[in-house]
């Protein structure tokens, strides 16, 4: 007996090692996501000395089981005794460093970088920098790959110079290492060593390494070059920039390989604020058209995808004279993806163009993009309808933008319809309630008015709820009047439509529209109907009844309740369906709150 307390502190490692010998993989993984109770059970000294010793021979497992214990290897610091211990963290997370899945090698990494932030001067110096430079000579290219992630980590907390010139040379090595993924991994590090060097080392080596990866025979390594340019330009400043960078950049501007192109594309607008407006106009918005105008779909793609932040920054004059040409050209490119892209940027030209230069150049463009064959470049345009009500003015909206309007609310894919209903309510509020009523013009055909109502009918239930949440935020910014006239009645007649789910729309809209009616339109016109659905063959209808009238129940006196809706729900209450019945008792209890709070 005098064993049991000793007992109980071994239990929680005998668990431990119990699960992790399990073949059931979720208990294992349940044991590995337990480690800081685990380790705060045991204590600091014997999580030093059987735990982690114990992890490091469980690094043969199941890739997710790696996965969880590189992530949770990270968080024991202050498990293990804090600074001055936690070198004794690095042994297993080395081991994981070298695993041949990759993502398991990336949370390693990254538990390392945060753990040697915790780690006292000396541990650095004896522990983590011999960790370092044993990954980055390793023999397997895993090791060398997860090199490159802490070389700049170390780096900064390299307390002897001695080390720095060393760690260098360890990176130039990785730079020119004969594996790509090596390459590729140090080109993906570029920014951050660049970052964690002195400007001096930038500028004698970082940049040679980084110019021969822009060389680089492989295009997945050039291609995460790329993304370093940025960095280094804002690195070297506006002068190092245009005599370093900036050839790079057109190099890989005209790069054999679409995907280095792509890149370029993605990444040439951050280096527009570096080289500063005029280097932009000169000779980063020609390499931009370019991109505009590249054989392959992805890199228009890419480059459409940055319109509006380029449009912004060279100003109207220039996106007139040098960039509208090329959006119109892409507006009709043969590649629907092209299109989609340009469609979910072009509204962001707008107030770079101001209302004249909208309307002559960039409205011709959105119309045509608008009667688009594929759905998505529609939808795109949609999304952003709100930026060019605010420029072009409300008469030209009514002109040229309210017929395309129309006609996309009765479109043949329901995502574009939804889009519109939920567009309506910002352009009713700016062109106000008359146009509801105005004719299409020339085209002829419906009425917007009549489409909101149109919409409760649509097929799609989607559809159908976002019409009824659209028609409560067109009362509430028309009035009150202007929904008992021209609402109200429409949903009336649904109430007694011969398909079920179209009367449950009607319940719903009741439900949304009787707080903004007024008190005497609920009652006269809409509570009669209401509680003769209570009658309904249909189930669903009648316990919507039931719900629909506790919201109803709040907004009318006492008199109604008692006199109209309670025998109603009384009814109920003893229908055959038990959904009906519940729904009912629910009224029947807010009946009693409010008689009780009368």
């Not at 114990?54 to 214990?69: G, N, R, V, W």
């Not at 280094?232 to 054999?256: H, S, W």
């Not at 009667?371 to 009514?398: A, T």
């Not at 629909?548 to 907004?555: D, E, F, K, R």
Request: aromatic share 6%.
């Amino acid at each position: 007996m005098a064993e049991g307390p000793e007992d109980e502190t071994l239990y929680p490692i005998a668990i431990l090692i119990d699960e992790l010998k399990n073949e059931d993989i979720s208990l294992r993984l349940n044991s590995i996501r337990r480690l800081s109770t685990i380790a705060l059970a045991l204590g600091e000294e014997r999580t030093r000395t059987e735990l982690i010793p114990f992890l490091c021979e469980s690094s043969d497992d199941e890739d997710e089981i790696l996965l969880a214990l590189a992530e949770e290897l990270g968080c024991l610091v202050s498990h293990v005794g804090g600074p001055a211990h936690a070198h004794v963290l690095l042994q297993p997370l080395e081991m994981l460093c070298v695993i041949e899945e990759t993502v398991v090698r990336t949370k390693a990494v990254e538990s390392l970088n945060k753990v040697c932030q915790s780690m006292t001067s000396g541990s650095v110096e004896e522990h983590y920098l011999p960790l370092v430079k044993r990954l980055c000579t390793g023999e397997w290219f895993t090791a060398r790959v997860s090199g490159c992630g802490l070389l700049a980590s170390a780096y900064k907390l390299a307390g002897s110079p001695s080390v720095k010139p060393e760690l260098v040379t360890l990176y130039e090595s990785l730079c020119r290492d004969e594996t790509p993924m090596v390459r590729r991994a140090a080109a993906q590090s570029m920014s951050a060593f660049a970052e964690a060097v002195e400007k001096s080392v930038l500028a004698e080596s970082v940049c040679e390494f980084f110019k021969a990866l822009t060389e680089d025979d492989q295009d997945s390594v050039r291609l995460l070059a790329v993304e370093s340019c940025s960095s280094f330009g804002k690195l070297l400043g506006k002068e190092e920039c245009v005599n370093f960078v900036l050839p790079i950049v057109q190099q890989l501007a005209n790069d054999k390989s679409w995907r280095v192109r792509y890149m370029v594309a993605q990444q040439l607008y951050n280096l527009c604020e570096v080289v500063g407006p005029e280097l932009t106009n000169g000779e980063v918005v020609p390499l931009y058209l370019k991109l505009l105008r590249d054989n392959e779909a992805e890199v228009r793609i890419a480059a459409a995808g940055k319109v509006g932040h380029f449009c912004a920054t060279i100003g109207a004059e220039q996106t007139s004279l040098r960039v509208m040409p090329c959006v119109a050209e892409l507006a009709g490119d043969a590649s629907q993806h092209v299109r989609s892209a340009l469609a979910g940027e072009v509204m962001s030209i707008v107030p770079v163009l101001g209302k004249e230069a909208t309307v002559q150049d960039l409205l011709p463009v959105i119309l045509n993009l608008l009667k688009d064959d594929f759905p998505d470049v529609r939808l795109n345009v949609i999304s952003k309808f709100d930026q060019v009500n605010q420029v072009i003015g409300i008469d030209k909206l009514k002109k040229s933008l309210l017929p395309s309007i129309v006609d996309l609310s009765e479109d043949r894919h329901w995502r574009v319809r939804l889009a519109i209903i939920e567009y309506v309510p910002l352009l009713a509020s700016q062109l106000g309630p008359e146009f509801f009523d105005d004719d299409r013009g020339s085209a002829g055909g419906p009425r917007l008015g009549d489409l909101v109502i149109q919409w409760l009918g649509d097929q799609v239930a989607a559809i159908r709820q976002a019409a009824v949440v659209n028609l409560k935020r067109l009362a509430e910014t028309f009035g009150a009047d202007w929904a008992n006239q021209k609402i109200v009645p429409e949903i009336l007649k649904m109430v007694s439509n011969p398909h079920y789910l179209y009367r449950m729309t009607a319940l719903e809209a009741i439900t949304m529209l009787a707080p903004v009616v007024g008190l005497e339109t609920l009652c006269s016109s809409m509570l009669p109907p209401i509680l003769e659905c209570a009658k309904d063959k249909v189930p669903n209808i009648r316990f919507g009844v039931a719900k629909l009238v506790q919201s109803v129940i709040p907004l009318v006196g006492s008199g109604v309740v008692e006199s109209t809706i309670k025998p109603c729900l009384l009814e109920l209450q003893d229908d055959v369906d038990v959904d009906v019945r519940f729904f009912a008792g629910q009224a029947l209890d807010i009946c009693q709150n409010v008689a009780v709070g009368g």
